[in-house]
């Protein structure tokens, strides 16, 4: 264990005494941690947008602050649009009370009044 621990304080008087000073060593440190940041900063906030974990990780590590604000600016996954589209179209309605008409099950004023609710429901 002594041995060890020698040879792990020579390697490290090695690197701070062999021309790595201490401005040196912290810009190598920083380095690394702006290495390590981005990445997993992206990697946790694409987790919950719609970029994904792995987008985020990758724009993290490929354009650092600029790749996190390109994540920031993906929707979140809460809220993400979801369409309601109706299940019937409003011409397939105006022909299913157009034929009921010509069947006869309802009369002309009720299909007046359901064109007019179709139509008005949709804007037009």
Same mark, same amino acid.
């Given at each position: 264990m002594t041995g060890k621990f020698i040879y792990l304080s020579i390697n490290l008087n090695l690197i701070i005494m062999g021309g790595l000073g201490a401005s040196e060593i912290i810009l190598v440190l920083i380095a690394f941690g702006i290495i390590i940041i981005f990445p997993v900063w992206g990697y946790r906030a694409g987790s919950k947008r719609a970029i994904g974990p792995i987008g985020g990780l =990758? @724009? $993290? @590590?490929? =354009?650092?602050?600029? $790749?996190?604000?390109?994540?920031?600016?993906?929707?979140?996954?809460?809220?993400?649009k979801s369409y309601n589209f109706p299940d019937q179209s409003s011409a397939d309605e105006l022909k299913k009370y157009k034929q009921l008409l010509d069947n006869g099950a309802i009369t002309e004023a009720e299909y007046r009044i359901q064109k007019a609710r179709i139509l008005n429901s949709n804007g037009y």
């Amino acid at each position: 264990m002594t041995g060890k621990f020698i040879y792990l304080s020579i390697n490290l008087n090695l690197i701070i005494m062999g021309g790595l000073g201490a401005s040196e060593i912290i810009l190598v440190l920083i380095a690394f941690g702006i290495i390590i940041i981005f990445p997993v900063w992206g990697y946790r906030a694409g987790s919950k947008r719609a970029i994904g974990p792995i987008g985020g990780l =990758l @724009l $993290g @590590l490929f =354009l650092n602050w600029i $790749g996190i604000i390109i994540v920031y600016c993906t929707n979140r996954i809460d809220e993400q649009k979801s369409y309601n589209f109706p299940d019937q179209s409003s011409a397939d309605e105006l022909k299913k009370y157009k034929q009921l008409l010509d069947n006869g099950a309802i009369t002309e004023a009720e299909y007046r009044i359901q064109k007019a609710r179709i139509l008005n429901s949709n804007g037009y």
